[in-house]
């Protein structure tokens, strides 16, 4: 497809202008608020909409519509970018999310995949990121600059309106992500966050959304899945999308979770994307938490992100296009390494159950790990780990181990003693780091200048890229005329 990057307006009527405010020159960039937060960076990817018709018509029998090697869309948002260039660990964070998607995919003949990829980064117009704009070429994304997709001043709710901006990470401006729907050219769009890598290669997802359930590899893919609580998931006979639950954030009395919204596996469709403008636009939605809060008064309200992306997402697959998406495996995909187990302080009567919803006709009593509802996260083996979001664990560029917080108030003691696992987390920074070894590997042998890094932080996990704690030492500056097409081919 062409690289193109085109300001895009909003695509309804609106009496706000879809010209880009004036750019500052410095890039603000929203770090998540709190350990569950993702990384609210988002590059905006997306292509022209002339050149991908509305039509379905190609969806509808994948296979015979995509020539082989299949690309997928991987897509980032990049929301607002103040002081990006002084945020250690940005830039890095570009470069090894591509090179853990390349390794995984055809260009890379160990993995055994079959399928390519192309980068995507969704900008937002107003975030001040246009000097970001060359960087991201470089690194191989193509850049989107896009406004928020729903004009909120024209909402008719208004406490939605007046809190909507107060939401994490970045109020409406996290819409943009939506747009990642619009890359109709792709038969598939996957959206992550910054602060993810991914592990394994992830043909059986592919798979089993591109190939007929009865065909030998639609079965095949469909067999090799890891669903959350598989023995009460009937899959769809066409697969719309993959995600993971924000268990970590949800309570074994509250039926409704959030999608976790660092990683979102999609099909791409107009006819979504105008789906979800139309309902935010209408926002339906009730202040609180709880059973009759938030989207549809249905107990999408209250949780981290409710009233943005990851409200927006679980309220779509669950209410508005329900018996679609399907829901993986939360240790296997997404992994946060966090608890899943609810560990109070209150609702004490829920101590040791799974902190996700009980499924229809399992008593709480019995919504728990011995009962095989939930499955330990904290101690699940690196190597059957698929794809990594670094969130309880801390960022990788942090340098920093996930040791338990000491709260003010004690009654929490237990809980955030619990919450993570040290080990797992570094095995799984290590992973993170043998990336990024890799890429200045490729670097060196084309000729780039080399570093020996030899910082003292617990070298066996951050490889002597962190000097000491909080020290984070960034890769070596790309220069202007460097290119990553250089090391990759494209
Ligand atoms: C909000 O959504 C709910 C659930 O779909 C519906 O019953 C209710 O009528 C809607 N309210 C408005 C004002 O549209
Ligand atoms: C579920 O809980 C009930 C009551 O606590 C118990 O009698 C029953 O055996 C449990 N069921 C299973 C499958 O463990
Ligand atoms: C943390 O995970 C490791 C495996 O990565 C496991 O061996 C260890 O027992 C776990 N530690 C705790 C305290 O659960």
Known sequence: MRRREIMRPRPSASNKTSVPTLLRGFLVLLLGFSIFTVWGMSFILHSSTQNHPFSHSAVQTPPQTF????KIAHVISLITCHRADRVQGFRDALVIL??????NSVHHPPANSRYSYQMYALVHAEGGCDAQLPLLRRLGYIPLVYDTPVDIQSVNNEWYRQHVEGENCCGSKEFIKLYAYTLTEYPIVVHWDLDVAVLKPMDDLYDAMLYDRN???????RQKLHLQRPQYQTLPDRIDAFFTRDITSSAPWEAVQAVQGGFVVARPSMEHFEMYRQFILEANYTKGRGPTSGWGGMGYGGFQGAMAYQGVLAYFYDQIYPGHAVELDVCRWNQVVADVIWRGP????????CRQFPPAGVLPENNTAEKGLCQDCRILPVDETYTVHYTACKKPWECLLPTPRNPRDKRHVYRLKELTNITTCGLLFRQYFNYRQEVEQLLAAHGHKQKHYEGSFHPEYFMGYC????????MLSIPEDFDLKMIYGF
Do not use: F, L
């Open 98 to 103: 591509r090179h853990s998607i390349h390794q």
């Open 67 to 70: 020539t082989e090697p299949v």
């Open 215 to 221: 065909s030998e590899r639609g079965r095949t893919a």
């Open 346 to 353: 209150d609702h004490m009567e829920h101590h040791g159950q």
């Open 467 to 474: 000097k000491r704690a909080g020290g984070y030492d960034p």
